[in-house]
């Protein structure tokens, strides 16, 4: 293989000439004629018994021609695009044969590659990490969440329905007098307040006491999504046959040791400081990070590829439906069920792609430019950080990773952290 000519015939899109030799050429004509000539039928031959120069003596020399270049395409281009000074980012297009025969092979194509870009000053970036500070009231909201989830619902005799309270209750719609689809129940738990009925539906429980058997008569909203009901006037057989209240525990040590592994309410309490703290850490890290990350972007110069971006996109939509296969579901039921589909969602996807393109330019390009360099122990060790997270053998995880995208992962992460480390206040 022989990379020609190399040239750029427009931003980011190279011009290439690739040829073979003839002895290459030859070697590819009769790997085709292997693979074909069980198949080829010759007259006074057996099928698959005529020779090779029989075949193309009677079918003519070319006749291996477009298999030949199928088996030697990928070997000779892949090579020559591998050799370019600026790596590729989509598959070669606009393939032209500019000569195929016993003289041997020459093509031109285009190929995109990644841009040539420019950083702004990346050193003394103004950004700063939000001082992180845990106030008694979050720890308390996060104490009283706890409190929620571990409460009980009890039936309280003789409690007149207030808000806030658990009513059980049956009812029966009337409209015009007559029964209508859809306004019937029997107990039905209907928390006062909640707004899940017709408004003034629930005001009209407010008093009542279990056992009570009274009338609600309330009208629908003119936008209701029944039409044979909007702006109706509806009366509802109501029957209270329960008023319930939501019951919580006791903050006390006794509380911390049934929701938890701490024997002591002020140890929990201590936990969930902690949670809080690491968690507004992490908010603040992100933020930080994101404002570093503008800043970077906002100082750039460089023409980024469509293709680029479509293929960030193509990785995010992966991703994703990862994801929901975790949750038993698929990119297709996906977007049945909200009502969209995939090229609205690429289309979302668009600008977190387009700048996460540009962020991994910037770092790259920062990496370069202070040759930052990874050893081959920091491969291994993010290697087996991956094996651990997955519970696989290493081995499969270095033959399922290639080691130089490692590589430049840890290379971009050390320029990020250099940025950070250079920023001011």
Known sequence: MSLDAVKEIETNVMEITVSATAEQFDTACQKAYNKAKKRISVPGFRKGKATRKMVERVYGEGVFYEDALDIIYPEIVGEAVESLERKAVAAPYDLDVKKIGKEGLELVMKVVVEPIIEVGEYKGIKAKKKAVRVTEKEINEEISKLQERNSTIEPV?????????ICDIAFEGFVDGEVFDGGQADNFDLTIGSGQFIPG?????IGHKAGDEFDVVVTFPEDYGAENLAGKEATFKVVLHEVKVKVLPELDDEFAKDVSEFDTLADLKADEKKK???????????????????????????EIPEQMIEARIDENIKQFEQNLQMQGLNLETYVKYTGGDVSALRES??????????????LDKIAALENIEITQEEVDAEMQKYADAYKLELDVIKSAIPAD?????????????????????
């Open 157 to 165: 005799e003789e409690k007149e329905a207030a808000e806030g309270d």
């Open 201 to 205: 539906f629930e005001d009209q429980i």
């Open 276 to 302: 809080i703290k690491e968690r507004k850490q992490q908010e603040a890290e992100n933020d930080f990070e994101n404002a570093v990350i503008d800043a970077l972007i906002e100082g750039m110069q460089g």
């Open 349 to 362: 996807l668009k600008p977190q792609s387009e700048r996460q393109v540009k962020i991994r330019l910037c």
């Open 405 to 425: 995208d490692v590589k430049a992962d840890l290379a971009a992460e050390k320029a990020m952290q250099l940025v950070k480390d250079n920023c001011v206040a």
